[in-house]
């Protein structure tokens, strides 16, 4: 029985030695955002062929334009309020992967709401709908109007972006509504001002008049909105890795650095072997033990959000979220550019959060 026991204690032994020195790593190409970031001027915006649809009654999208008050009386505190790479203010309700949200605030004004709990009212949407109620139930235009003062906008969808990220145009707000794609759902709602819909250009936009753009951050605000950008992606990782019923993964410390590093060739345009190296050999001189590693990359996303969405609709970086393998996670962003690395690693990582 001794013997027995003894054998079993080597044999695992064995199989934690073999699991944990061999190293695999996969590094995604990048995503790049598929609007072309900078707008033409041309033609704006088309007179109004007919009234526009009422704004809904209830839910998330009341708020947007209302005082931080209103939503405060609704939801209290937010569990973090962060700079933005826009130059609002992101309040960060994170409390739940059932209620996760984030609003945009700029001088004590709600602009937008990126809403991704399942229990949350995004009305008259809900998160987790089929997408084939969305189409018989909405009215979707492939060109949608924006008009602010004297100045017209004029946003086109391709067919990519009716299938994911469907842009909805009510009285005073728009409706972003994310799919995902491979399950025919919806994933998360967004509400936004006019004003800051235009700021975004999340779809390819022509204008009359004046183009809305943010004022340049200072390095230290920057930094700021990028870490947390990286926060977000984490978080956001998180929610929908639970609504597959996936375990969450843990932020890594150590492991954060390299992202940051992988984050900030890229925004210098350097991503090759020579610049930044391999991942693997990163995380080897790093000192970090793994028995898997990822990567994905991305670049040119109007967010944190909208950068998740990208991954979740590209089958190879989709992958790589949805993966069960992996128990931690690290996310590097510098100015657009993200890094996001998934690591298997034994419990527990002294390293992490």
């Not at 405060?72 to 209620?99: A, L, Q």
């Not at 994310?178 to 390819?204: C, I, K, N, T």
């Not at 410390?253 to 991942?279: F, T, Y």
Request: proline content about 5%; aromatic content about 8%; cysteine-free.
């Amino acid at each position: 029985m001794k013997f027995a026991l003894r054998l079993i204690a080597v044999l695992a032994a064995i199989t934690a030695v073999v699991l944990f020195t061999t190293q695999n790593t996969k590094e995604n190409d990048p995503l790049i955002s598929p609007v072309p970031n900078s707008a033409m001027p041309g033609e704006g915006a088309p007179p109004m062929g007919q009234e526009a649809v009422s704004r809904p009654e209830n839910g998330l999208s009341i708020f947007v334009g209302e005082t931080t008050e209103k939503l405060t009386e609704k939801y209290g505190r937010p569990d973090r309020i962060e700079p933005s790479m826009h130059g609002y203010e992101w309040w960060v309700y994170s409390g739940s992967e059932n209620t996760y949200m984030v609003a945009g605030v700029q001088n004590s004004t709600v602009n937008q709401v990126y809403a991704a709990g399942r229990d949350l009212d995004v009305s008259p949407f809900a998160i987790g709908e089929s997408m084939e109620e969305i189409y018989r139930s909405t009215i979707i235009e492939p060109e949608v109007s924006v008009e602010i003062g004297t100045n017209r906008y004029l946003f086109s969808m391709n067919g990519d972006d009716l299938e994911e990220r469907l842009l909805v145009a009510y009285e005073g707000v728009y409706a972003q509504i994310y799919a995902d794609r491979e399950e025919g759902e919806v994933m998360a709602v967004r509400f936004l001002s006019p004003r800051v819909l235009v700021l975004h250009q999340p779809y390819e936009m022509t204008y009359e008049g004046h183009l809305i753009a943010a004022e340049p951050l200072s390095s230290a605000v920057q930094t700021a909105a990028d870490r947390a950008a990286e926060q977000q992606v984490m978080e956001l990782t998180n929610v929908f890795r639970q609504r597959h019923g996936l375990r969450p993964l843990q932020a890594d410390r150590s492991a954060a650095v390299i992202a940051r590093e992988r984050a900030a060739g890229a925004a210098r345009g350097s991503r090759s072997e020579e610049s930044v190296g391999p991942l693997s050999e990163q995380l080897k001189l790093a000192g970090i033990d793994y028995s898997e590693a990822g990567e994905n990359i991305a670049a040119d996303y109007v967010d944190s959000a909208a950068t998740v969405h990208g991954w979740v609709n590209s089958p190879e970086h989709r992958d790589l979220i949805f993966s069960r393998k992996y128990n931690r996670q690290a996310a590097g962003v510098s100015n657009k550019v993200y890094s996001h690395l998934f690591l298997s690693r034994k419990e527990p990582a002294g390293s992490s959060d």
